[in-house]
């Protein structure tokens, strides 16, 4: 199974749009629309209703197959246990599309209905991390981490949204607006052995414990592993598979524990026309038109896909495709689905921006039979107080196999600059030379794919967040003014 983090950051989302849904529904799909006649609205509410859920659903099954194990092993755990990851990915690595080489995950899912959960952070010694909480609708309702909490031991009680208690001493509370929780943490990693070991035990040191369990030993209960869960079909085939009643009906149960936003009333409000109710199971017999279990969820997600079209919000320049508006999307739903769809799990454009490019400066597809050269001016490398990097894919978003295992650049690598002081990463299949190997991303013989990661983006000028840093274009080393 391959849960994409950032696919289509990667392949589009230079192009990606916003739009209302009756908008949508009426200029995209007018022809299609008409073939239903006077359901014509009822027809685009249900595909309203499903981009609108699209999140949630989503979250559950990535939730039911990532814990659906008795015991931690590989990428999954058991609802309540932790996901370690210990060591950065290699060009093998085949489970998750578009791996970093910057942090090792430390993941775990949760649910806050009955209980709150305790999560312990050790004192990370200015090391940077970042450990953002989802909530069932994958908003990041809060972050902790060295931008918003310091790097000192910090203890949290993540609650649900109808708890009311009280909290050991010095246990912070963060109020999940629903039961369900994906806690995705990153700690920073050089990758050196010594470095590894460092991180690792800083993961053993991280502590997740039932309110209930604090301050007591506690020892895990086993997984309850349930066979009739598919574990080889990706999330995303898995959701779109289902017909509108299927779809419909575990959205409606689902909402009951992970009750919508009440900026949302007005959206509920129509969605009750198709037997969709926060808090009931959802009216089959609404759906009076029975074509609608078959075409409702592929138009839906066609239009979910189609926003990378025309969405101001996505910026395209230089050949780099990104937005700042992810993490946080309020009444959004068309943005929040589309990110769900191509990159779940993103961050707070505070805490993350991902830059992204399939093109070099004049508009061409990179090819590793080129040799391309990113320069950057003296005192224009990405802007981040946590790191930055750039990371090299082939044309299917995995590692590209090379002769120093490298398959990210960044300041750790002790650039080397120009006289000016600017800085030229070397990005092309063979060695530019011993002497700029230091700053060599080595790229594949055909086709590939970049991305830099901006973790803590500054928040003044320069700013990527704010527009005053942008990207450079990647050139062709025969366009580039030798040194």
């Excluded at 800083?202 to 869960?229: F, H, M, N, W």
């Excluded at 009333?265 to 009076?288: C, H, M, N, T, Y």
């Excluded at 990159?343 to 040799?371: C, F, H, I, M, T």
Aim: proline letters at 7%.
């Amino acid at each position: 199974m391959r849960i994409s983090r950032r696919q289509a950051t990667i392949g589009g989302l230079s192009l990606f749009a916003g739009a209302s849904f009756s908008t949508l529904a009426r200029a995209e799909f007018g022809d299609i629309l008409r073939d239903f006649g006077e359901g014509v609205e009822e027809f685009a509410v249900a595909q309203d209703a499903y981009i609108y859920g699209y999140p949630l659903v989503t979250m559950e099954y990535t939730r039911r197959i990532i814990t659906n194990v008795a015991s931690p092993v590989g990428n999954r755990a058991p609802m309540g246990q932790f996901i370690k990851s210990r060591q950065y990915p290699d060009a093998s690595f085949r489970d998750v599309t578009a791996p970093n080489a910057d942090t090792l995950y430390t993941t775990a899912f949760i649910d806050v209905e009955k209980e709150p959960w305790v999560l312990s952070i050790p004192d990370m010694k200015d090391r940077y991390f970042l450990f953002p909480m989802l909530d069932g609708w994958t908003d990041v309702f809060q972050a902790p981490g060295k931008r918003t909490t310091g790097t000192g031991a910090q203890t949290y009680a993540i609650t649900g949204p109808g708890w009311k208690g009280a909290l050991p001493s010095g246990v912070k509370e963060y109020k999940s607006p629903t039961s369900l929780v994906w806690i995705l943490g990153r700690i920073y990693c050089t990758g050196t052995p010594e470095d590894y070991a460092a991180v690792h035990a800083a993961q053993d040191a991280c502590k997740l414990v039932p309110l209930s369990s604090y301050g007591k030993p506690y020892t895990p209960p086993a997984g309850e592993v349930d066979r009739s869960i598919d574990m080889k079909t990706a999330v995303r085939d898995q959701v779109n598979g289902l017909d509108a009643v299927a779809y419909f009906t575990l959205l409606a149960r689902l909402m009951k524990a992970n009750p919508p936003a009440a900026a949302d009333a007005p959206a509920l409000a129509r969605f009750a026309r198709i037997g969709l109710v926060a808090g009931q199971e959802f009216d089959p017999s609404k759906l009076r038109n029975a074509d609608f279990a078959k075409r409702v969820p592929q138009i839906a997600f066609d239009r979910i896909l189609l926003q990378f079209k025309v969405n101001k919000e996505v910026k395209d320049i230089n050949g780099w495709g990104y937005t700042t508006k992810t993490g946080i999307y309020g009444t959004d739903y068309f943005m929040r689905a589309f990110v769900t769809a191509i990159g779940l799990g993103a961050n707070r454009p505070q805490d993350a921006v991902y830059p992204s490019s399939q093109k070099d400066g004049e508009g061409k597809a990179y090819d590793g039979a080129a040799k391309y050269v990113l320069h950057f001016a003296k005192g224009q490398l990405p802007p981040a107080r946590g790191f930055w990097s750039l990371t090299m894919y082939d044309s299917n978003y995995f590692f590209v196999a090379n002769p120093i295992n490298r398959y990210s650049i960044s300041a750790r690598q002790n650039l080397k600059s120009n006289p000016d002081g600017s800085v030229d990463i070397y990005i092309q299949k063979d060695s530019p030379g011993a002497d700029k190997e230091s700053n060599w991303l080595p790229a594949p013989s055909g086709k590939f794919q970049l991305m830099m990661r901006l973790y803590w983006p500054n928040d003044k000028s320069p700013s990527i967040v704010n527009g005053t840093w942008k990207p450079p274009a990647v050139k062709k080393l025969a366009a580039v003014v030798q040194r």
